[in-house]
């Protein structure tokens, strides 16, 4: 990361599945609008959910979302 990149958020894969657990595995997950690619390991304790749509933070730190 540069200094001029803003440090991109993350939870731990046992928060979420803490989340998730409340909830039957037939029940649908929506994204708001972006659509789910796959999962993909970055680093060695770093999963990545990877979508369609090309997803960023910009030096600002706003989300940028590209449609292709």
Known sequence: MTKH???IP???LGTLRKHLELFPD???VSF????F?????RDANL???EFEEIVYLDTDG????INH
């Not at 708001?32 to 659509?35: D, E, Y």
């Not at 690619?37 to 390991?41: F, S």
């Open 32 to 35: 708001s609008g972006l659509q």
């Open 26 to 28: 037939d029940y649908e």
């Open 5 to 7: 990149q803003k440090e």
């Open 10 to 12: 993350t939870i731990t």
């Open 37 to 41: 690619y796959r999962t993909k390991l």
């Open 47 to 49: 999963v990545q959910i």
């Open 62 to 65: 706003k989300v940028i979302v």
